[in-house]
């Protein structure tokens, strides 16, 4: 451990302070609470919000995953989780059940998450009305006035040009039948997932400065009409062609030779786990 | 007593009522609070203060067309977007019948109430289309989001209704999915028509509508909106600069200097017979 760095990068006061802002995010489900975003490491958008929630969070006895689009052993989340481990010394895993704290890019894992784990998403864009109102204070007043119509309005336009809602990621959700909220650009496979989940999960924006929460079974609604009702992407008659498992989220893999397609678990850590291979455990006290 | 003159007139309520709506920019002082102070034009000498409304009074009865006229200035457009809560007033009332049968001062109700009346009692028509229309979404979305707002969650409920009400404003199936960026002046202000009718509002405010366009458009857009108050029976207030305008429209009309209200009465009568020294210089000088 370089002990030229507090405990976990960021000094006690922004821990404290980032901690002040999740708990108020906690208290007001999917309200998006500004905090004073620090200078990290890595480049904001790079993955800032999650991490200065991580290092806010993690205690000596935490065992920790991150995971960059289903990925352990991408760049950006090894990079992640190396800076974490080193001036934490906490055990890293790969495996989702042993993890307390789990970091992640764009994906909810695979296996169901428990009370007794913390999922901390990455967030590009917090604001979900963004796109149909440029101005923040505007968006702040939409917000607080309940005024969501904008939401409804951006999914109609794409059924009005493609007939069919045509978000592919960050589909946007209703939480507790109150604030419209981002779910970070997850694939819409993974909105179901955030219904009613036994795990709490954090969402922070590090480039724009807010942090906002889904505290443990919170009521979440994929935003959608009656007579267009929400749909996960159809990956039905479709399996991975390494572990053979089917109603998980796939990568489609095209063979540039050939031009097959074929497809492969997103999680690859589920996908390890199904196929016995063993996984990476590092670090921690006795290490 | 001859049978016809038996009919009992019954006493109607206005269904919109204006009392002493004032709207300033600046504090105010000693010398321009006073009821008669005489100002240049509407700017106080004193303090400078902007007196855009100074106590107007005004009343639209169900079913009939109000007229608004005066120079550049005289706070017309200033009396419009007051009602229709783009400006907040500095004070005064205003009483809608169908919202709590006009027992509540609308500007005194919280934004969310405002909301309501916004969506569903009030339609507005700007001068200006960018400000009523969003210009890259599509026709039928700019038409369907009133009725988001006022609470549909149907698509084809909205399409069919929206289709409907693009064929009553002369505008082509088949250019509906585009976005009213690409139409002439005069089909934009049609579109803008179409979309304050779509959730049925009670009152129609329309602002300087036919102003910027062509003589046979204009025409057009006159028509249409007689068309309308004779099938829909929706009471509007109809603010112009153009006398032509308010002599075919409008049953009663007030005429406004400086931000007051200087006469009023039948269209007729102020144009026949007009009082004022303004409005008899307004009407001579019609061309």
């Known amino acids: ?162 007939n069919t809602a045509t978000t592919g990621a960050d589909h946007p959700v209703l939480v507790h039948d109150r604030y419209v909220m981002a779910p970070s650009p997850i694939p819409r496979f993974d909105n179901p997932k955030m219904d009613h989940n036994e795990a709490l999960i954090l969402l922070g924006a590090g480039r724009e400065k807010k942090i906002y929460a889904l505290p443990p079974y919170t009521k979440v609604k994929s935003i959608d009409f009656e007579d267009y009702p929400f749909a996960i992407e159809d990956l039905s008659n479709k399996s991975c062609r390494l572990c053979g498992a089917s109603g998980v989220y796939l990568d489609e893999i095209i063979d540039e030779n050939t031009g097959e397609r074929s497809y492969q678990c997103n999680d690859t850590s589920y996908c390890e786990a199904r196929r016995g291979v063993a996984q990476v455990v590092e670090g921690g006290q006795d290490a | 007593m001859p049978k016809t003159l038996e009919h009992n007139f019954v006493e109607q309520a206005p269904i919109l009522r204006l009392e002493d709506l004032n709207k ?112 890259d979404f599509s026709s039928l979305s700019n038409i369907a989001e009133r009725q988001i707002a006022a609470g549909s969650r149907n698509v084809h409920e909205m399409m069919d209704r929206s289709d409907e009400l693009l064929s009553e404003v002369n505008i082509s199936k088949w250019r509906a999915k585009e976005a009213p960026k690409n139409f002439s002046g005069g089909m934009q202000q049609r579109v803008q028509i179409a979309k304050a009718l779509s959730s049925n509002p009670p009152i129609l405010l329309l602002d300087e509508v036919t102003t910027g366009l062509d003589l046979s458009v204009q025409a057009r857009v006159l028509d249409l909106i007689k068309d309308i108050m004779h099938e829909f029976n929706i009471s509007m207030l109809v603010v112009s600069h153009d006398l032509g305008v308010i002599r075919m429209l409008a049953e009663r009309t007030y005429v406004m200097l400086d931000g007051k209200v200087v006469e009023s009465g039948l269209t007729d009568q102020i144009l026949e017979d007009p009082q004022h020294p303004y409005t008899q210089q307004l009407v001579y000088s019609l061309l």
């Not at chain 1, 901390?120 to 101005?135: M, S």
């Not at chain 2, 000498?45 to 106590?55: F, S």
């Not at chain 2, 169900?62 to 120079?71: A, D, L, Q, R, T």
């Open chain 1, 1 to 162: 451990m370089h002990k030229r760095y507090n405990f976990a990068f960021l000094d006690e006061g922004s821990k404290r302070e980032i901690r002040r802002a999740s708990l108020k995010a906690v208290c007001i489900p999917g309200y998006q609470v500004p905090f004073a975003s620090r200078e990290m490491p890595i480049g904001r958008g790079w993955g800032t919000g999650g991490l200065q929630l991580t290092l806010s969070l993690i205690g000596p006895n935490d065992v920790l995953k991150v995971i960059d689009q289903g990925s352990d052993a991408s760049v950006n989340a090894l990079n992640i989780k190396k800076l974490i481990a080193l001036t934490t010394n906490v055990e890293t895993v790969e495996d989702t059940h042993q993890a307390t704290l789990i970091q992640s890019r764009h994906r909810i894992p695979e296996v169901p998450l428990t009370k007794d784990q913390i999922l901390v998403l990455q967030v590009p864009t917090p604001e979900p009305l963004r796109a149909f109102e440029p101005r923040e204070a505007i968006t702040k007043k939409l917000h607080a006035h309940k005024d969501y119509t904008g939401a409804w309005l951006m999914i109609f336009e794409q059924i009005v040009k493609y």
């Open chain 2, 24 to 135: 300033s920019y600046g504090d105010g002082c000693e010398y321009c609070s006073k009821e008669d102070a005489v100002l240049e034009k509407n700017i106080c000498p004193k303090c400078h203060t902007v007196h855009a409304l100074r106590g107007v009074n005004l009343e639209v009865y169900p079913g009939e067309i109000v007229g608004v006229v005066g120079e550049s200035g005289s706070g017309k457009s200033t009396l419009m977007q007051c009602i229709y809560f783009d400006k907040n007033p500095s004070s005064g009332a205003c009483y809608l019948t169908p919202y709590k049968e006009g027992t509540e001062n609308i500007f005194e109700v919280s934004e969310q109430e405002k909301l309501k009346i916004k969506n569903l009692i009030l339609g507005m028509v700007y001068q200006n289309p960018y400000l009523g229309l969003r210009m």
